[in-house]
């Protein structure tokens, strides 16, 4: 698991699709392959690092990069398949068993895309307000968790169509959330225990 506590801005290298011809089910429908320093410092094939809030599983290292293969489900619900050399995105290598839970719980399992409607700069901070479907804001809280491109942020406030989230200065120079503009979307992971109750009180497992 994760923590929605970023360790370092990689850079994208490629994302390849596989060709045209390739047999079903034979091939990913992406390959990734990210710089990332840090990331890389210790990975090893079959390790898990998050990119922009995405669990993604290592199959290569190499020069300061790691390759990661990504499937269909992956693109569907992300926005990895929109990514081109150059982009920068959030690293996060997976929490060690006693390591700290710096942000909150996350699983690197996005459930959704969310779009940024405003930004409003405060005198050290940026207030940030986003679309969404009420499909992903029916699991926001107020003063909840709620993590965007893998970054741990607390909800200020939801509706039935969008939430708000507050930047601090370190978080707007050390993610890609500093860099966002009106219409970009961002990787939305709510908190998993609101979907296991909705799913337990749905199977009549709680009375």
């Not at 779009?115 to 940026?126: E, M, Y």
Request: glycine fraction near 12%; aromatic fraction near 4%.
């Amino acid at each position: 698991m994760f923590t929605g506590i970023v360790e370092e801005l990689g850079s994208v290298v490629a994302l390849v699709r596989p060709e045209a011809d390739t047999p079903s089910g034979t091939a990913p429908d992406a390959v990734l392959t990210v710089s990332g320093p840090l990331a890389t410092s210790d990975a090893r094939p079959g390790d898990s690092i998050a990119v922009d809030g995405v669990c993604l599983t290592v199959t290569s290292v190499a020069d300061g990069a790691f390759v990661a293969e990504v499937m269909p489900e992956t693109l569907r619900r992300t926005s990895l398949g929109g990514l081109v050399p150059g982009v920068p995105v959030n690293l996060e290598r997976a929490l060690p068993a006693n390591g700290r839970l710096g942000g909150h719980v996350v699983q690197g399992h996005v459930d959704g895309v969310a779009t940024l409607v405003r930004r409003t700069p405060g005198p050290r901070w940026d207030d940030l307000e986003f679309s969404a479907p009420a499909a992903l804001t029916r699991y926001v809280a107020e003063k909840g968790s709620v993590a965007l491109s893998g970054v741990s942020l607390t909800v200020t406030w939801v509706s039935d169509d969008g939430f708000g989230v507050s930047l601090i200065p370190t978080t707007l120079a050390a993610t890609t959330l500093g860099r966002l503009a009106p219409g970009d979307a961002v990787n939305v992971e709510v908190d998993v225990l609101a979907k296991y109750v909705e799913r337990l009180m749905a199977a009549g497992a709680v009375r």
